[in-house]
């Protein structure tokens, strides 16, 4: 697929169990083309979520097509946090199999590459947002022009009635970790209409189950598999011990990829089945409330309107988990040919 025929996307994240179903379904979707990745800080130090970007590119056999770059660094305001609770000192613990990267962080600057790649896709691009929100709103704020030039801008974060951070749970880690980046975007009306949300309470029933986990050995047997088998096992285990989840862990991040799919017109929503509300967006920047970080819903719009972010609330999940089935098969397919 080529031309108006394929996703543009720029994924920033911050591998992250998750993030690495999120960049194996960017890498091998039909209809995406993943153009770049910025590597920030969030579920483990800067350090380990480049490492881990590059290593599994290196697994997918694709580091030398998708260029990766440094992304954000630190939060703007708040002190940073990461979350070894659920992914490990490294980000991505539980696995022997992550190779030594064979390419190294491109040159350059972040927000460069993200404004060339977005005036080369003009109106076509959309960013994916898997992590803390401070590239995205970093790139705005700084180069405001660029506004106007994107599609979208998917994001996994927030919760309208779930959380799982702060001292009333009452936040979603990745805005919690920078409410300040998350809130400026929300509150953006030249971007805020073009974000689509995929908070908790739609991630949440995106679960790996024991039937998942046997699906990624049982299609096949190659080093790749192996390797999401023991990422999807750790998850496993880290979400039931923190957070209580019994039949599995949520598997946020590829998420955000699959209302992708039915706004370029890739899918129906009969297939898809993905509702949603409008809704206006701030967030609690009180660093000394209990629900700091909070995601707070102040005006719900009509889902025509252009105003208010696009917040997803449910999901074919069968149909989610096919794409990333197929994706690995795929990946399969990539490496043996090479």
């Known amino acids: 697929m080529t031309g108006s025929d394929v996703i543009p996307i720029w994924l920033d994240c911050d591998p992250g169990h998750d993030d690495a179903v999120a960049i194996l379904l960017s890498c091998f979707h039909p209809s995406i083309r993943l153009l770049g990745i910025s590597a920030s800080y969030g579920n483990a130090s800067p350090k380990h979520t480049l490492f881990n970007t590059l290593s599994l590119l290196t697994a997918f056999g694709k580091h ?3 260029p990766v770059y440094k992304g954000a660094q630190f939060p703007w305001v708040r002190d940073v946090e990461y979350a070894p609770d659920i992914h490990g000192e490294s980000g991505l613990d539980g696995t022997t199999l ?3 990267p064979k390419v190294s962080v491109a040159d350059g600057d972040y927000l460069e590459a ?3 790649a977005i005036l080369e896709n003009e109106g076509n691009i959309s ?8 590239s995205v709103a970093t790139l705005f704020k700084e180069k405001p022009y660029l506004k106007q030039h994107v599609k979208y801008i998917s994001i996994m974060g927030g919760g309208i009635s779930v959380g ?4 009333n749970n009452s936040a979603e880690f990745n805005i919690w970790a920078d409410p300040d980046a998350a809130n400026f975007v929300f509150q953006d009306d030249e971007l805020n209409y073009k974000c689509i949300l995929s908070p908790l309470d739609l991630t949440h029933k995106c679960i790996a189950t024991t ?8 299609d096949g047997n190659s080093k790749l598999r192996k390797l999401f088998y023991e990422l999807f ?3 496993t285990k880290t979400y039931k011990n923190v957070q209580g989840f019994e039949s599995g862990p949520p598997v946020h991040d590829p998420v955000t990829l699959m209302p992708l799919l039915l706004f370029y017109g890739q899918v129906d929503n009969e297939q898809l089945k993905f509702s949603f509300k409008r809704y ?20 719900e719009h009509d889902v025509d309107s252009t105003k208010g972010v696009i917040v997803g609330l449910e999901m074919n999940v069968d149909f989610f988990w096919e794409q990333i089935f197929d994706a690995l098969s795929a990946a399969d397919d990539y490496e043996d040919s090479l």
């Open 64 to 66: 030398n097509e998708i």
């Open 98 to 100: 992550l190779p030594t």
């Open 114 to 116: 993200m404004e060339k």
């Open 127 to 134: 960013l994916v947002s898997t992590g803390t929100m401070t």
């Open 164 to 167: 799982n951070r702060n001292d």
């Open 211 to 218: 039937k998942v986990d046997q699906t990624i050995l049982a």
């Open 233 to 235: 096992l750790f998850f």
């Open 280 to 299: 206006s967006l701030t967030v609690d920047l009180d660093t000394s409330s209990p629900d700091c970080g909070r995601t707070i819903v102040v005006e």
